[in-house]
């Protein structure tokens, strides 16, 4: 059976060789399946979301994004609330997303995935129309996150170096946010380090931070209550490692959509990894199954 052709986006700074031999080396592992696949090297996220953004107008069928979790979010970005699927070939290094939808991260495997697998719905968060796949989150993880970026391009450092220095420096702040939640129309003040919003629930304990399911339509809020430095330092490094519902003292509400209201005219906030700046309030709504992704039969 002839199988429709495909369009696979990848991530340019993900994996390693020039750049004609990793097309190559794709296109043939896909052939092996008795798939054409168009490869495109994007360099920046934003062509990447363009690349998508015509991929469905083209009538595209299934889109593949490969990369980590920032690049598979700007992929599907552009995909959310069409028929085109996504497919996911897993670059990164933490690659929260294609653990909890149980794909693959050997490449040959992944590519397997996309050919031969099946296709779901999965719900998305968004966030003043930002999507997130996986989470967001305000205060000292985006603070953290933009940090070790300045020192990243400013200093050439690496990425683990510029993390560990920007977290000494975010507990040298010691920065809170004080914030009204709307939830349900019933508003809750709180003064805190750290907001983070998951999409659908983090399982507790043991779980690592992992999610069971992404379809029930509803966000997961955890508020931390007011820690001490080494606290804040725990929940940087929970997060990081999508291991933040093993972290303790969080107020945990569930809803399907909320507002985060506060005085500052801008928040920094944290997207799948991504930070931008965005102007409260800060809408946050469940996208019931309005992503179709390829995973494991």
Known sequence: MKLEPLVVL???????GSDAGRVAALVQHFRQHGCEAEVVLARSGAELIERARQAVVDGV?????????GSINAVASALVGSSTRLGVLPLGTLNHFAKDMHIPLELEHAIANVVHGQVVTVDVGEVNGRIFLNNSSLGIYPDIVRDREQQQRRFGR???PAFGRAVFAALRR??????????????????????????NEYQQGLSTGRR???????LCLYVAQRPTRLALLGYALHLLFGQLAQARDFDVLQTAALSIATRRRHLRV????????MKPPLLYRSLPAALQVIVPR
């Open 212 to 218: 069971s399911r992404l379809d029930s339509g509803r």
């Open 270 to 277: 944290a997207t799948d990894g991504e930070v931008t700046r």
């Open 61 to 69: 069928t299934t889109v593949v994004a490969g990369g980590g979790d």
């Open 158 to 160: 690496s990425k683990w």
């Open 174 to 199: 010691f920065p809170f946010l004080s914030l009204e939640l709307t939830i349900d129309g019933v508003q809750h003040t709180r003064r805190t380090p750290f907001i983070f919003i998951g999409n």
């Open 10 to 16: 990848i991530n340019a700074g993900a994996g390693t």
